[in-house]
C-alpha cells in the first residue's frame, strides 16, 4: 500500500482547527526562532495542517527537532553574552565591529545570533569580561 493510499484510508483531522481539515502527511523544513535566533529543521516528516500550520511530528522526529532548540539555546545565550560584555566594554557596536574584525555589522549579527562569531573572538570576549581594563591595551595596539 503506498503512503498516499494510507493516508486517504486514514486520514487525520486536525484538532486545532477542530472543523475536519484533513492533516496532509509529509517532510518539510521546519523554521522556528527562540530567542531572536532563527533555526530551521530540515526534512522533519509528520503531519501538517495546510489550514492553521500544526505539525505533529512522527516519532522520533521531535528528538531532532529538540536538538536543533538546544543548539539555538545555546547561540542565542552566547548571543547574550557578546551583548552584555559589549555593553560593559562601554563599545558600540560598530566600535566592537572596527577594534575586534568584521566591520561595523559583525557584532549586531553576533547579537542577534544571525551568525556566530569565530571562537577566539569569543575566547577573546570572555577574558576582557573578567579584566575590562586589558580593553586599553587593545586599543593602543
Ligand atoms: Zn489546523
Redesign the pocket.
Known sequence: MSETNFVTRNPRY??????G?V?VHEKRDIPNEFRGVKYHVPAVSGWH??????YEFDPGEGKRHSEALQEAGQIAAQAREIHAIRKKLGLKQAEAGKLFGGGAAAFSEYEHGKTQPHKSMVLLFKLLDRHPEMLRELEGA
Open positions: 486536525c484538532l486545532q482547527c477542530d472543523d481539515t492533516l495542517c495546510p489550514k492553521c500550520g500544526e
